[in-house]
């Protein structure tokens, strides 16, 4: 066996630890988990890839709305709905 020191944000861990204890999996099983994956998928096991242009104008988008003080918001989905016509 083998040491690995990683460096990860405290809320990362905590979120993680939390996870991977409801999995019954502690942290060290769970970094040895992905890294057995990893080498039996051939690389990292999901995908890991840019957002497209859709993606990246829709992000746009939502921070532009959330900048706009005039933009419709609603505090329910029925309201939503309603106006959609749904």
């Known amino acids: ?39 039996s998928y051939g690389g990292i096991p ?9 993606t990246l104008d829709a992000i746009e988008e939502g921070r532009r709305l959330a900048q706009d003080k005039n933009a419709v918001g609603y505090s329910n989905i029925n309201d939503f709905k309603a106006a959609l016509g749904v």
């Open 1 to 39: 066996m083998t040491t690995i020191n990683v460096r990860v944000e405290e809320k990362v861990k905590q979120q993680a630890s939390e996870l991977f204890e409801e999995l019954g999996l502690d942290m060290s099983t769970a970094l040895n988990l992905f890294l057995r994956q990893a080498i």
């Open 46 to 54: 999901f995908e890991i890839r840019k957002p497209n242009k859709i």
